[in-house]
Antibody
């Protein structure tokens, strides 16, 4: 059974960089069929897609976060990671990692079929 | 970005009721529409993709329909475990965007 598990600091200071890692087990990781993505949810609010990475390293980002977000992948460890720079209180959220089936066409986006349990990251001094 | 609007924002219903939640896209998205269920303190669960296809393991009382700009999620007979918040998502164009959610509560 596919499992995704987020890990990383739960508290980050303003202006610093948020770093999270997702470890994938129980299913194919280095597969051309899937992207691996990050989605966040501020407390009491809705969902926001951050970005995703393919197994060979190609990425897509939400334009609203593209200047601050970097996603990278380590296929030897079945892990992918998110870095979000220059954080503010507005970046406080539960961060989910997710498996996202590769789109059928280049100009269509991707949805989620499996989610991690989520990791709360609070930005505060 | 494509805006997704769900209605109603909240809904009260009883066990055994048939419930429908609506999602409208700000532009046509063909059938690139997914539905998710989220319970308090838990990660979302994927229910439906391509507007009407059930994810593996999802009970058949859940169904989805629609194309273009208007979509619905229907639960044919509410069970106690169905009380949750439901989100739609378009994945027709980047970035994928979500509706604001519909909270389904017990009457």
């Amino acid at each position: 059974q596919l499992q995704l598990q987020e890990s990383g600091p739960g508290l980050v200071k303003p202006s610093e960089t948020l770093s999270l890692t997702c470890t994938v087990s129980g299913g194919p990781f280095s597969s051309s069929s899937y992207y691996w993505g990050w989605i966040r949810q501020p407390p009491g609010k809705g969902l926001e897609w951050i970005g995703a990475i393919w197994y060979i390293g190609s990425t897509h980002y939400n334009p609203s976060l593209e200047s601050r977000a970097t996603i990278f992948i380590d296929t030897s460890k079945n892990q992918f990671s998110l870095k979000l720079s220059s954080v503010t209180a507005a970046d406080t959220a539960v961060y989910y990692c997710a498996r996202q089936p590769r789109p059928d066409y280049m100009d269509t986006a991707m949805t989620v079929d499996h989610w991690g349990q989520g990791a709360l990251v609070t930005v505060s001094s | 970005d494509i805006q997704m609007t769900q209605s109603p924002s909240s809904l009260s219903a009883s066990i055994g009721d048939r419930v429908t939640i609506t999602c409208r896209a700000s532009q046509g998205i063909s059938n690139y529409l997914a539905w998710f269920q989220q319970k308090p303190g838990k990660a979302p669960k994927s229910l439906i993709y391509a507007a009407s296809s059930l994810q593996s393991g999802v009970p058949s009382r859940f169904s989805g329909s629609g194309s273009g700009t208007d979509f619905t999620l229907t639960i044919s007979s509410l069970q106690p475990e169905d009380f949750a918040t439901y989100y739609c998502e378009q994945y027709y164009r980047y970035p994928p965007t979500f509706g604001q959610g519909t909270r389904l509560e017990i009457k």
